[in-house]
């Protein structure tokens, strides 16, 4: 997919395309090409990551009047981790669009977790520097806030070691343990993966920025294996 066919599937035209275009640059395609005059998408997350906690937040505010703050802060949690935002990023065609390193590239599941995941949120940063909150917010509701009573159904929301932890121990009379698989990637971009285990069985596998979010994405999968909750 292309910027123009991006736009035209989202019904909005950047004043500013090169905005858009940095927003799928990765730093390792930075890296191997440092001659290109062009910059990586690092500081538009930032910005993105802001300005989309602020959207979810005040959606699930007005949404769930009734609701208390650690319900709120459980359903936000479960609609911007790495995996929901990195699902969504996928299905709007960012694989295609992500320019990476030769190496990179050719990691074809770390591409559609947390590196689609921080494309979706340079992408808002970059929307938001040139069309506005108001578009941001317009993006974000058809993109991701339409997921939120699916999340909700799916007891997406529950926090996934409590909950693995709780299952397995009722059930098959074990608690998990969690070991570091890899750890790749310079200081600022760390790439975790970590394995959850049942005795000495490994249940599943689980990627993230840091052991936590990859311990956390673990437990989520070893809860869909199981069949604990539903895919």
Request: proline share 2%; aromatic share 10%.
């Amino acid at each position: 997919m292309t910027i123009a066919e991006f736009e035209k599937n989202n019904e909005i035209i950047f004043k500013n395309k090169a905005l858009l275009e940095q927003a799928f640059i990765h730093r390792s395609f930075i890296n191997e090409n440092p001659r290109s005059g062009l910059f990586h998408n690092e500081r538009l997350e930032f910005l993105g990551d802001a300005v989309l906690e602020l959207i979810v937040t005040e959606f699930l505010y007005a949404k769930f009047p009734n609701h208390n703050e650690g319900d709120l802060t459980a359903y936000r949690s479960a609609l911007v981790n790495a995996v929901t935002l990195g699902e969504v990023a996928e299905g709007l065609g960012f694989n295609d669009m992500i320019r990476l390193s030769k190496g990179e590239a050719k990691d074809v599941s770390r591409a559609r977790s947390s590196i689609l995941a921080d494309a979706y949120e340079a992408v808002i940063g970059a929307m938001y520097l040139d069309q506005g909150y108001a578009q941001v917010k317009e993006f974000v509701t058809k993109t991701l806030l339409s997921k939120t009573d699916e999340v909700i159904r799916k007891g997406l929301y529950k926090d996934a070691k409590s909950f693995v932890q709780e299952k397995s121990q009722e059930l098959l009379n074990v608690t998990p343990a969690y070991k570091v698989i890899s750890e790749e990637g310079p200081d600022h971009d760390k790439r975790f993966t970590v394995a959850i285990c049942f005795g000495t069985e490994e249940i599943a596998q689980g990627e993230g920025k840091s052991k936590q979010e990859a311990e956390t994405a673990a437990a989520r999968n070893a809860l869909v294996k199981k069949g604990w909750i539903k895919e």
